[in-house]
């Protein structure tokens, strides 16, 4: 079936530096998956950070950005200077194909920017 | 003020007792979804509802029911509840159509079950 795996379980950085998180992909049942990035915040419910539909389009938002890179199955957000409000959990998804609205979520990687 | 809520966000049953989950959603929109979401896994989808009374069964139904009488309202349902049923469950809304799969969710609420 379609999964994502995120690899990193935590990451802490500390303020100002730069940030990856990994995100690859297995779409065996859709061709061209749309990719997420979805954030959650502490007491809050997961919001949408970012969407890209197209391979090789980058999508930003709030200083992050992320690459679809079909070649190499992997969506990684990036961000050259993290703040301490950007710690959060960050979960990588994909929908599409006959899946129609449904969401495959990644386990999710946890953030902690130390000030 | 888009918004998705959820009542209640902390609940502790005993295993056996029947537990309901409740979501609301100010968007009008026709989707809703409940998910689960577990120590080192993913979220996992438990019901999807395409409207009033349009109900599917998502990756995990087991042991769980919905209902949807109101557009804006979304139950679930866990009747004789298991301990295996503890965890932190998730309800979402979307637009039917273009960014159909942008889903607005919920905080959020943590279920135990002893």
């Known amino acids: 079936g379609d999964s994502v795996t995120q690899t990193e379980g935590q990451v802490t950085v500390s303020e100002s530096k730069s940030l990856i998180i990994n995100c690859t992909y297995s779409?065996?049942?859709?061709?061209?998956?749309?990719l997420f990035w979805y954030v959650r915040y502490p007491g809050e419910g997961l919001q949408l950070l970012l969407k890209?539909?197209?391979?090789?389009q980058k999508g930003s938002s709030r200083g992050f950005e992320a690459t679809y890179n079909k070649e190499t199955t992997s969506f990684h957000l990036q961000k050259a200077s993290v703040q301490e409000s950007d710690s959060a959990v960050y979960y990588c998804a994909l929908s599409g194909g006959n899946m129609g609205y449904k969401l495959t979520f990644g386990t999710g990687t946890s953030l902690l920017v130390d000030p | 003020d888009m918004k998705v809520t959820q009542m209640p966000r902390y609940l502790i049953k005993r295993m056996g007792e029947n537990v309901l989950l409740e979501c609301g959603q100010d968007m009008s929109h026709e989707t809703m979804y409940w998910y689960r979401q577990d120590p080192g896994l993913g979220l996992q989808l438990i019901y999807i509802?395409?409207?009033?009374?349009?109900?599917s069964e998502g990756d995990i139904p087991k042991g769980y029911r919905v209902s949807r009488k109101k557009r804006e309202h979304f139950s679930l349902i866990l009747d004789s509840a298991k301990t295996n049923q503890t965890s932190v469950y998730f309800c979402?809304?979307?637009?039917?159509?273009?960014?159909?799969?942008?889903?607005?969710f919920g905080p959020g609420t943590r279920l135990t079950v002893l």
């Open positions: 979402a809304s979307s637009v039917i159509g273009a960014g159909g799969d942008e889903q607005y």
């Open positions: 779409a065996t049942s859709i061709a061209y998956p749309n």
């Open positions: 509802s395409y409207d009033v009374d349009s109900n």
């Open positions: 890209v539909i197209t391979a090789g």
